[in-house]
């Protein structure tokens, strides 16, 4: 099993709450992609809870793919892709890590 897990702070916007509409656009499109690309085994989205540091990410995806090669379909879908741009467009940070589990 191949986890991919990718952490985002997402910019601040005009409001308050534009950051969290733009958390909960990028939640919905994220969840979207497990009915459209069919590597992925699990996906679930997080954000950081209000009562963790302040400083944390703000949002964690967290995907399970069976092997490498559907890891790497997954990156080139061009729903994933899509949704990457999004997430560009929003975001502050972002860091990854995927491993063999």
């Not at 991919?4 to 997402?10: E, F, G, K």
């Not at 459209?36 to 699990?42: A, D, F, K, M, T």
């Not at 879908?77 to 990457?84: F, K």
């Amino acid at each position: 099993m191949i986890r991919h897990i990718v952490m985002w702070t997402i910019r601040e916007g005009e409001t308050p709450r534009m950051k969290f509409e733009r958390m909960a656009e990028a939640k919905v499109r994220l969840l979207e992609l497990k009915d459209s690309i069919r590597e992925i085994v699990n996906l679930e989205v997080y954000f950081n809870s209000p009562a963790a540091p302040p400083d944390n990410y703000d949002v964690v995806l967290v995907c399970e793919f069976n092997s490498w090669a559907d890891l790497a379909a997954y990156q080139q879908h061009p729903d994933h892709l899509a949704v990457a741009e999004y997430i560009k467009n929003i975001k502050q940070n972002r860091s990854a890590i995927d491993f063999e589990c």
